[in-house]
């Protein structure tokens, strides 16, 4: 089977799983939360292994499971889980007897920030009433990296960095012309929730730091010498690659909606 059909026949079976668990919110989409960044996690940890950094992969993980659980269910000890949280990372590489290095804490609390935080946003922007603010985030990462991607195939002749050698200044502007489009189909059908102003300043705001987010975990897998964060998917390789721009995004939409709406 060729690579282009396994990615899209994941795409076929993954994407209508996704937005239905998204759609249905509560419980699932926080159990859905816990699976997909822990998987993130373990990608993002394990990638610094081909470095000689080695984060507590298993016990980052337990953490993010407890955060995320804990901001769920007891949203008022969230601040006091993730500090406890810095603590025993950075304390328990203290005791390591072999690969201790004070960079393997700051990777794995960084990897928190990185990747816990943002699910944790995503369930608090569930939360919304009258209107899915998380699948429309979804649906405009996920036009705007289509249409970056054909861009760039069919018309792109400037790189845009050296750090994602494919990708040029072509398919980036359509990518993000279409981000803005799509933010307006969604004006179209929610005037009541979605003003002007809102489609135009987020389909922006995902349209830049969507692809920015692609980016940066392009540098971190360049700086480790790693293709992909893992081989977990089929044709798309991790899971981390997948949601990589949903990570960037999510932080800076959740402050529009909830301090500039």
């Not at 304390?91 to 004070?102: A, Q, T, V």
């Not at 050698?165 to 072509?170: I, R, V």
């Not at 995902?206 to 977990?232: H, P, T, W, Y």
């Amino acid at each position: 089977m060729s690579n282009a059909l396994k990615r899209i026949l994941v795409g076929v079976i993954g994407i209508p799983v996704i937005l239905f668990l998204i759609y249905k919110g509560g419980i699932y989409f926080f159990i859905m939360s816990l699976i997909l960044q822990s998987i993130c996690l373990f990608e993002f940890n394990g990638m610094f292994e081909n470095k000689k950094y080695y984060p507590l992969k298993i016990f980052t993980i337990l953490v993010s499971i407890v955060i995320l659980t804990t901001s769920f269910f007891f949203e008022s000890y969230l601040v006091f889980s993730f500090l406890m949280a810095v603590i025993i990372i950075a304390s328990l590489e203290i005791f390591r007897n072999e690969k201790r290095n004070p960079v393997n804490p700051m990777i794995s609390v960084f990897s928190l920030l990185y990747i816990t935080v943002p699910f944790i946003i995503l369930n608090e922007l569930l939360e919304i009433k009258n209107f899915n603010v998380v699948i429309y985030i979804m649906v405009l990462i996920w036009s705007c990296d289509t249409f970056a991607y054909i861009g760039g195939k069919y018309f792109g002749k400037h790189p845009l960095s050296s750090i994602s050698p494919k990708k040029t200044w072509e398919g980036t502007v359509i990518g993000f012309i279409f981000a803005i489009a799509v933010s307006m189909v969604f004006y179209y059908y929610f005037p009541e929730v979605l003003s002007l102003r809102d489609a135009l300043i987020v389909g922006s705001l995902i349209g830049v730091f969507g692809q920015v987010g692609d980016l940066f975990e392009s540098m971190l897998k360049r700086f480790n010498d790693v293709k992909d964060s893992s081989q977990i998917i089929p044709g798309h390789g991790g899971v981390l690659d997948r949601f990589d721009s949903l990570l960037f995004v999510t932080p800076i939409v959740f402050v529009y909606f909830n301090f500039f709406k």
